[in-house]
């Protein structure tokens, strides 16, 4: 090939050595950094092209580009500058092949693509979150090296300026196609094949045609074959614009049937039909790497232990190990066996049929032996979450039944029963099956501890301190006083250490500071102080594990002295925090560590017309929780995670002007209620004291937040303000599965009344446009069905006939909507007898697609706004076998 410099020439500090390769937009040689004593590469423009000043700002673009990443997934820029009139950037040397060099030799076996993909997905992610669009993306700017891939040449990068990553796909995107030319007459240059359609038409491009580009070189990855090919340009444009590629599974038929539809969701002509973000794209890749790599378990010679039938079968276990043979050796034990044999490090990942992403009611708690793990499974029962227990390299897991509605599980000290909350209640079952007992009342729970001794420690709720109760059962006495000096809101999470008598626990202010892991006795005496942290996992000697700002750390402890030694060490980043559990879904017990992986849910909001027919998009946003219209229909406040703080925020988006602002930025969960009429002011839930409270502010977010209503010890939930702005609906809560609903007067909240209390779950309250009926839902049949009722009070009448939630009514107060099972949204028309109600038959709309449906909400034009999770991953989380082994 024809090169610029010879060896032995100098750029600044740069010993020229030998070309590694070239092109019409870039020379690239290996040099030696005469002053660090290292190799790196080196990209200078050839003369032809660096006197076009086109091809100049290409090349700084890439300089701009690469400047502004800092990831172990793309090749990292160490200087650059000009000598002689000759523009240079220095990169990092990476030694290997391109991946095109390796499709030479034929397609990769499918888990060293699976595992090569996740590192390229990855890395498309760190881009996209600094704000900037690969926009050439192709097995040539793609390096293998020691098994790890890196991308390159980020020359034709657009950066956009943004910084929340795949948050707004369509922001600032890079505008029109980059045409390759000819690299010789009758050849085309590898960039057409892997361009997506909206570049190729000169449309507006974002993220999303890396994503295209992306499933392009999986495809190819896998198949050896270029998913579009022709003889011509015009060809390969065609094939590009009109023809889909022939499918993945008819040409690798081991490929699962999800990669399937992920090479399909990515290579999707409609960018706004095609996978949305890198990260949920990396994702999905692991769980079918995971599935795929999973290989029957070879169970050494030992001594007969009986196995463990399964009653339920739900997902089975994904076995992942990295870097290392698909097949695994594990040895399983009972409960309180004998230590098995010494394992190599395995990571399985478990996914659940129902909860949403990172739904931390999972909880997964690892055994005393590390064996097995006990967590909460939604399912599809009605009657709330059932726990599950599954061995360590068993395939399935088997159901405890009787634990209907159980959640927070955690173990006896010798792993033979499960301890739970249910319905107020802290319960044990037995770890092999058998009839569930009643140990003490303990509320909703937040955490509980089981010693050697047989006592047990458990925080029963919010705004109090720790109780201790006898394992045989009997009455909570108190083990931890809230400090009010601190203005503690509670105390939860605790562990036992060696011995029994002593424990660590989280504190909780409402100070806004950060919690704290402390160290108590159960025989009483002062409380020391260990660090401050996010939430503490668990104590695996000699280590402490705790969580801090999603990543989860481990660092020497010694009981005897009280306090952690050395510096902590990383062991896994990415954990969902929940602020208002004060947890992250995370437990370690020994070698086993157990924890719920951070899973960001795009949410699309649509509009639909009285006969279910879309009229156009409201947003598409990351991690939206709830909704609720004004009553001008002028805007949109709903409530939106915030994974850097684990907590849930107030948002007001402006369909109108595309436009969004933030309401609440406390470090505390809030919730939207409802607006309150005539007024720029909502009302709503926060924990800044503890329990749920209410408060209300404008939504222009700069005046300071009112309280409204606070109970010590008691959750309230804000439902609807009546028509003329006097009157909240509100629920309380009374247990984890029961609530009534009150009347909250706004000017007097100190004069409340109980609208409806009940020994049932009453919530999700409307009031009527006339403001003289309420709707509700009530599970007093064994589910939920809904029913209106006067204000007045009186005679319930059901609206639902099989079952219904979410009520909400027509503008007019001619109609009635609900949710009925399946996520299908139904309407009830409502006659008038007088000033009797008489609902009619209800009637399914059909038109309006309520797959993943999170919300919804009816505007004061009979509209209905309907949110939609899209993408995001499934309710699921990981063990690792041999922690300490896996990188950080």
């Known amino acids: 090939m024809d090169v610029t410099l010879t060896p032995g020439r100098r750029l600044g500090p740069y010993e020229i050595g030998t070309p590694l ?30 006197a076009n000043a086109e091809s100049r700002e290409r090349f700084m673009r ?9 990831h172990p997934g793309i090749c990292t820029l160490h200087d650059v500058g000009t000598h002689d009139g000759t523009d240079y950037l220095v990169m990092e040397f990476v030694e290997g092949e391109t991946l095109a060099s390796r499709l030479e030799r034929g397609p990769l076996k499918l888990d060293d693509g699976l595992r090569l993909a996740i590192q390229v997905a990855t890395a498309l992610d760190g881009a996209h979150r600094a704000g900037i669009v690969h926009r050439d993306l192709k097995p040539g700017n793609i390096m293998l090296t ?191 066996g004998a230590p098995p044999p010494a394992l190599m490090p395995v990571e399985m990942a478990v996914s659940l049929r129902g909860g949403s992403a990172g739904s931390l009611v999972i909880v997964p708690t690892v055994s005393p032996d590390g064996t097995a793990v006990v967590y909460a ?33 955690f173990w006896s000290p010798d792993g033979r029963e499960v301890a739970y909350f249910s319905r ?50 009997g009455r909570g006495e108190p083990a931890t006083v809230l400090d009010p000096a601190r203005k503690e809101s509670g105390h939860a999470w605790p562990l036992f250490l060696p011995g029994g008598r002593q424990f660590l626990f989280l504190s909780r202010t409402t100070a806004g500071e950060r919690n704290r892991i402390e160290m108590a006795s159960i025989d009483g005496g002062p409380r020391t102080v ?96 709830g909704l609720r219209l004004s009553r001008d229909g002028q805007g949109i406040a709903v409530t939106r995670f915030d994974p850097e703080r684990g907590a849930d925020d107030l948002w007001l988006f402006d369909p109108a002007r595309s436009a969004r602002s933030r309401i609440t930025t406390s470090a505390a969960d809030e919730d939207i209620g409802a607006w309150i009429p005539g007024s720029a002011q909502v009302v709503y839930s ?58 909250v007067p706004l000017d007097k909240p100190d004069t409340r009344s109980a609208w409806l209390e009940t020994k049932f779950d009453e919530n999700g309250a409307r009031f009527s446009p006339d403001g003289d009926w309420i709707a509700f839902q009530s599970n007093r049949t064994g589910r939920f069905e809904v029913y209106l009722r006067r204000v007045a009070g009186g005679e319930a009448i059901q609206v639902s006939t099989d079952g219904g939630s979410g009520p909400r009514f027509q503008p007019d107060g001619r109609g009635l909507y609900f949710v009925a099972p399946g996520d299908s949204i139904f309407r009830v028309p409502l006659a008038r007898a007088g000033r009797d109600i008489v609902p009619g038959r209800p009637e399914s709309v059909e038109a309006i697609e309520t797959a993943g449906l999170l919300t919804y909400d009816v505007a004061h034009d009979g509209r209905l706004l309907v949110a939609r999770q899209v993408s995001g991953a499934a309710a699921a989380f990981r063990v690792r076998v041999g922690w300490r082994a896996f990188p950080h």
């Open 62 to 70: 890439e300089a701009r580009a690469i400047s502004a990443l800092n």
């Open 530 to 625: 260990i660090t401050e942290a996010d939430a503490l996992v668990g104590y695996s000697p000699p280590s402490l594990l705790f969580v801090r700002d999603g990543t989860l750390l481990a660092q020497a402890f010694g009981p005897g002295a009280r306090r952690l030694e050395g510096e902590p060490r990383v062991v896994a980043r990415g954990l969902y925090y929940r602020e208002s559990w004060m947890t992250a879904g995370a437990h370690v017990s020994g070698d086993t560590l157990s924890y719920i992986e951070y899973a960001p849910r795009r949410i699309n909001g649509s509009w639909h017309d009285a006969s279910g027919r879309g009229t156009g998009q409201a947003f598409d946003e990351f991690d939206v929780t």
């Open 146 to 336: 020691r098994g790890v891939a890196k991308v390159l040449d980020f020359g034709l990068a657009q950066l956009t300026g943004m910084t929340a990553g795949p948050s707004r796909p369509g922001a600032d995107a890079a505008p029109g196609p980059t045409m390759p030319a000819l690299t010789r007459e009758g050849h085309i240059a590898g960039t057409l094949q892997y361009m997506a359609p909206e570049q190729l038409e000169g449309r507006r491009a974002d993220y999303r045609a890396d994503i295209f580009s992306f499933g392009a070189v999986l495809y190819e990855m896998l198949t050896g074959r270029r998913a579009f090919d022709g003889s011509s340009q015009a060809s390969v444009i065609a094939a590009i614009l009109e023809r889909e590629p022939v499918a993945l599974s008819t040409l690798v038929p081991v490929a699962p049937p999800a990669l399937d539809a992920l090479v399909r969701g990515c290579l999707h002509k409609d960018p706004e039909e095609r996978r949305q973000s890198a990260h949920d794209v990396a994702s999905e890749l692991r769980g079918i790497a995971d599935q795929a790599s999973a290989a029957p378990l070879l169970l050494p010679e030992r001594p007969a232990v009986p196995r463990r039938r399964t009653v339920a079968a739900v997902a089975p276990w994904i076995i992942a190990a990295a870097g290392m043979t698909a097949a695994v050796v594990l040895g399983l034990r009972g409960y309180a």
């Open 686 to 743: 926060s924990d800044f004291t503890g329990p749920y409270a209410l408060a209300r502010r404008g939504v222009d977010g700069f005046s300071d937040p009112v309280e409204v209503l606070h109970e010590a010890g008691k959750d309230w939930d804000p439902y609807d303000v009546s028509p003329d702005g006097r009157t909240l609906l509100a629920g309380r809560a009374t247990a984890p599965s029961a609530s009534d609903i009150w009347l």
């Open 377 to 409: 499974d939604l399912g599809e029962k009605d009657n709330g979450p059932l726990l599950h227990v599954r061995s360590v390299g068993d395939a399935t897991p088997r159901t405890l039944p009787g634990t209907d509605g159980g959640l927070l599980p």
């Open 21 to 50: 390769g070239s092109g019409g937009m870039g020379e690239v040689y290996r040099a030696r950094d005469t002053r660090l004593g290292r190799d790196v590469a080196v990209k200078v423009l050839p003369a032809a092209a660096a």
């Open 424 to 473: 107020g209640k802290l319960l044990a079952v037995p770890a092999a099956g058998g009839q569930p007992r009643v140990i003490t009342d303990a509320s909703y729970g937040i955490g509980g501890a089981w010693s050697e001794q047989g006592v047990i420690l458990f925080a029963s709720a919010f705004g109090v301190g720790l109780q201790k109760v006898a394992a045989a059962g």
